[in-house]
């Protein structure tokens, strides 16, 4: 299966992102690509509501879009896209649960879309939405590298006499350490793009992990550093934290 990296939001450099009806003042449209999944959209009532996204006159190919840390249930949420505004051509549609949820088609190179939510009985709450073409490193992890740590926090300390102090800081985080012993020339492309477009580590990112989970994840690596094996082959790790 291997591991898809969704590093790219089009959103962040998009003509412009509007939603219908308006959002709350204090929960703006713009949190929903601010890379924080935390503080999230908040529409202004529970009628039904269109994102508009806006790529511009020279609009990026996208072949796949995600939801992330939303309260959308119960529904089916329709995307659309056109090269004339609004767009009216469903290009994908999805039985929402509240789950976050990744979603992928044929790669369609068009200036407008919008995400459609029914009417729902309250007001949508998203933490992230992304649109733009996710990327997929198809050579499996070597697993003896690549085990789901749980990583405590915890802050431990010791008193002058000897006394041991431990206080829980906040909520457990799962780290990923993905480590390939021979990784093709095609697949570290793939990997490289991805670390370009977190701004080598400064922003979250979306991935599906071997197993089909989705997580949102901070890329903890500072660098990348391939080995080259021969005939087109590398040896390379990247590490990734579960971010909250």
Do not use: C
């Amino acid at each position: 299966m291997g591991i898809t990296l969704f590093s790219q939001n089009l959103l962040e450099t998009a003509a412009a992102v509007t939603v219908s009806p308006a959002a709350l003042a204090a929960k703006p449209i713009t949190r929903i690509s601010d890379r924080d999944k935390g503080p999230q959209y908040e529409g202004g009532s529970a009628a039904q509501t269109d994102i508009d996204i806006d790529l511009s006159a020279s609009p990026s190919p996208v072949t796949g879009w995600a939801l992330v840390n939303h309260s959308i249930a119960g529904v089916t949420a329709l995307l659309f896209g056109d090269n004339a505004t609004p767009p009216t051509t469903q290009r994908d549609s999805v039985a929402l649960t509240g789950a976050d949820i990744l979603r992928t088609f044929a790669s369609l190179t068009l200036r407008y879309w919008r995400l459609r939510i029914p009417v729902m009985a309250a007001a949508p709450k998203i933490g992230e939405l992304l649109l733009g073409v996710p990327r997929t490193v198809t050579q499996n992890p070597f697993v003896r590298q690549s085990g789901v740590i749980t990583r405590g926090n915890v802050r431990r300390d010791l008193s002058p006499a000897g006394y041991g102090w431990a206080a829980r800081l906040g909520a457990k985080r799962i780290r990923l350490p993905y480590g390939w012993t021979s990784l093709s020339e095609a697949d570290l492309v793939t990997l490289e793009a991805a670390f370009d477009e977190v701004d080598q580590g400064a922003k979250n990112l979306l991935i599906q992990d071997v197993e089909g989970t989705l997580r949102w994840v901070a890329w903890v690596s500072p660098e990348l550093v391939p080995v080259p094996l021969g005939d087109e082959e590398f040896e390379v790790a990247v590490e990734l934290e579960e971010a909250l």
